[in-house]
């Protein structure tokens, strides 16, 4: 896979999913796609874009960044985990929503621990 896209795809998640989180969520979030991608890097956008998995992928919401301040630092942030720069803050979770939902899947995890506005969990 090309590593720009690479970059790109976990960017875009980084940003959908947690621009308004402090940096360690937005780290939290980054983690939680490296899990599901097994820190293979080929694997990433495969599971950004997997059917239901990220909230942005499949709603009309605009999926172009707007805000550039928030995209930046998400591209960094990207960045940086792809090379190694920060531990898995969410100790392997696989899953996460926000904290202002209960979705039916959260009973089949366990939780781990919550950033900011979102819980995050690990399979059982």
Known sequence: MNTANTLLCLALNIYHEARGEPEYGQIAVASVTMNRAGWQTENICREVYRERQFSWTHSNAQRQPMEE?????????AAQVLNGEHKDPTDGATHFHASSIKPYWSRSFQKKMRIGRHIFYAEN
């Open 69 to 77: 301040k928030a995209w930046r630092k998400a591209k960094t942030l």
